[in-house]
């Protein structure tokens, strides 16, 4: 079934900042591209990919109407894929963003960090692993592993293997985990419940 739309124009994040030439001088630094600019509403891209950035006066609204305080951390964030998010951290620290979490191999497969943009909303630069952090150094808990299993497979060197055939999923926390992680060994695959200990990775 073909999409109502092109898959580039859903899920368009839409930010609400204060001063929105600051707001795209920040974004344009970061590497994002100014598509459209409507004065108090701006369309930015990477990759094809759009945010928008909008002041209040583009929504019309009563005068009296102000924006919150930025939080201490980001309500959200959105990820942007990169083959080099050491660049990327460079270049972040050069525009002296608000650091959020540093950048670092997560057991997800991912290197990345995240900033604050000048009205508080996260930005999240990402590279992916060649092998997982947990593959190499151990994991931090059984749950996390049996996601890290369950997520990404094709990134498990024969190490990591070994380590998913001995994750007993019967465990509370891997269960728990692989069961709000659905991935290509979910359902009759062998990743589901307790058949984790009957079927290991690599094997049929």
């Not at 050491?86 to 670092?104: E, F, H, K, P, Y």
């Not at 001995?166 to 692989?178: D, T």
Request: glycine content about 8%.
């Amino acid at each position: 079934m073909s999409g109502y739309v092109h898959p580039t124009e859903q899920l368009v994040t839409e930010i609400v900042v204060r001063d929105i030439r600051r707001s795209v001088d920040f974004y344009e630094r970061l590497g994002f591209t100014l598509l459209r600019d409507g004065g108090d509403f701006v369309e930015l891209t990477w990759e094809d990919h759009r945010l928008y950035l909008a002041e209040l006066s583009a929504y019309h609204l009563d005068s009296g109407t102000e924006l919150p305080l930025p939080p201490a951390f980001p309500l959200a964030n959105v990820r942007v894929m990169v083959p080099d998010v050491d660049q990327c951290w460079r270049r972040a620290n050069d525009l002296g963003a608000r650091i959020i979490t540093g950048i670092d191999d997560r057991y997800y497969g991912l290197r990345d960090f995240i900033i604050a943009d000048p009205d508080g909303f996260g930005v999240r630069f990402a590279s992916r692993l060649q092998t997982p952090k947990l593959a190499q150094h151990g994991h931090d808990s059984e749950g996390q592993f049996a996601v890290m299993c369950a997520r990404h497979p094709e990134l498990l060197d024969s190490h990591a293997m070994r380590k998913c055939r001995n994750v007993h999923a019967s465990s509370a926390a891997a269960e728990s985990a692989i069961s709000m992680a659905p991935g290509p060994w979910s359902g009759d695959s062998g990743w589901t419940g307790s058949t984790a200990n009957k079927r290991g990775v690599g094997e049929s």
